[in-house]
């Protein structure tokens, strides 16, 4: 028997009593997106009516949590994300749901400097012959969070798909505190939304756009998703894949033998991701597989690692523009409703790329829960709204009426281009309020 099998089992304990390390006032780095919790998360929801003042930390909600059924209103607990989703915005019709604005780059130092996690649990692959146990889908600021907490508690799911590095995808079981063996507990599986005609018409003039060899960052969504089914029937060669986030769209294009990697400057030949989040096609797809390299987001996000990549092309969804060409693609209003991530990241590294591209995309209208259209273009942004991309950053806009490029153009002209994409039942009201507020000649 190997020292590290002793180990192993010296760390083994029942889910009850690893969530007894849990104090009043601890914060605890929970959950990021496919890397959930079943086993600790049922154990936990008993524990949590015991104590107080606990910060919950967690991005991305992939699963339901049982520690909010078991404290709905937050009166032990409070909820903080570092990425919103719905099941994120379901638990806001009870309690306070907390965001924390971030550049996703530099996750990984917030955690090392602020050192706020004293527990962080986490879900990871059975131990290798080696002692370590691998992250599989998701690598984020996961190391980083490790090397600051006291108490890290292990969770074995069977089911996770192996990680291929990169780096920072492992923790060795030297620095476990527990381990609770999970068993089978299976993957989330994130449907895919299906694509509607305007997220095709947006995608078409965005492929229109791409060139052989570019390197792509793509977001999540309807629009994305038809990109990605063109891109893989398309004529394009020789693509890479330098993103964020490893999707199933992604997985399409790989099979379809658009994606290969060889353009690329770095990581020649492999898809660099830091998390990955969809079907289980996509989780079969990663598991143990050569072409997939796993790296914390302060690589992946790296402007000054990332644009070492010619042609790389950024592609992101928004919620609103206004004239000026500022982007809110994070909250309706005052209302958050989903997270910064890498957007902003991407931008900027797509642009100072050589021969790079960003493109913002977004239909030029949206229907209300009462029925009222609403045009995301919009001569001011909504009060409240949070800019995520600053307009000095943005390049492409793309919506189902055309594609324009706003980079070093004064505003004069942005608002005259924006204008020029907007829904046409829309376009003489934005005339007349860009007059009022100077922003045409």
Not at 7 to 32: C, H, M
Request: charged share 20%.
């Amino acid at each position: 028997m190997s020292n590290w099998v002793k180990e192993y089992q010296s760390k083994l304990v029942s889910p009850a009593k690893a969530v007894r390390a849990v104090r009043n006032g601890d914060w605890i780095e929970y959950t990021f997106a496919a890397n959930t919790l079943p086993v600790l998360d049922e154990a936990f929801a008993k524990r949590i009516p015991e104590l107080e003042d606990i910060v919950i930390v967690n991005g991305i909600s992939t699963r339901p949590h049982a520690i909010h059924y078991a404290d709905p209103t937050g009166k032990h607990s409070t909820w903080n994300s570092t990425h919103m989703t719905g099941i994120d915005r379901m638990y806001a019709k009870t309690r306070k749901v907390f965001y924390t604005p971030l550049k996703y780059s530099e996750a990984p130092r917030y955690c090392r400097d602020n050192k706020n996690c004293r527990v962080m649990m986490v879900q990871a692959r059975p131990m290798d012959k080696h002692g370590f146990f691998n992250l599989g889908p998701t690598i984020s600021h996961l190391r980083a969070a490790a090397d600051v907490a006291e108490v890290i508690i292990v969770e074995v799911n069977e089911d996770l798909p192996y990680s291929q590095g990169g780096y920072g995808n492992n923790l060795h079981v030297s620095e476990v505190t527990y381990i609770v063996e999970g068993g089978h507990t299976g993957m989330p599986q994130i449907p895919n939304e299906e694509p509607e005609e305007v997220d095709r018409k947006i995608a078409e003039y965005v492929l229109q756009e791409l060139r052989d060899g570019d390197c792509l960052q793509i977001g999540i969504g309807a629009m994305p998703n038809a990109l990605g089914q063109m891109i893989a029937q398309s004529d394009l060669k020789d693509l890479g894949i330098h993103s964020e986030m490893l999707c199933d769209s992604m997985v399409d294009m790989a099979e379809a033998g658009v994606v290969t990697g060889n353009k690329k400057q770095i990581d020649q030949g492999r898809m660099t991701y830091t998390f990955a989040a969809g079907s289980q096609k996509l989780y079969d797809f990663l598991d143990n597989n050569p072409m997939c390299a796993g790296y914390p987001v302060d690589y992946v996000n790296d402007r000054v690692i990332a644009c070492r990549n010619y042609n790389m092309v950024s592609i992101n969804n928004a919620i609103e523009i206004d004239l000026t060409g500022q982007v809110c693609s994070e909250s309706k209003g005052i209302r958050q409703i989903s997270g910064a991530g890498g957007q902003l990241d991407f931008v900027d590294i797509a642009y100072h790329s050589k021969g790079g591209r960003s493109f913002i995309c977004l239909s030029s209208t949206y229907t209300d829960s009462k029925g009222t259209i609403h045009s995301r273009i919009n001569p001011l942004l909504s009060v409240g709204a949070v800019v995520t991309d600053t307009r000095s950053t943005v390049q492409y806009v793309a919506t189902e009426y055309g594609i324009v490029n706003l980079k070093g153009t004064p505003i004069f002209q942005r608002a005259e281009r924006l204008i020029s994409i907007a829904h046409p039942d829309f376009r003489d009201e934005l005339i007349r309020e860009a007059h009022q507020l100077n922003l045409l000649r």
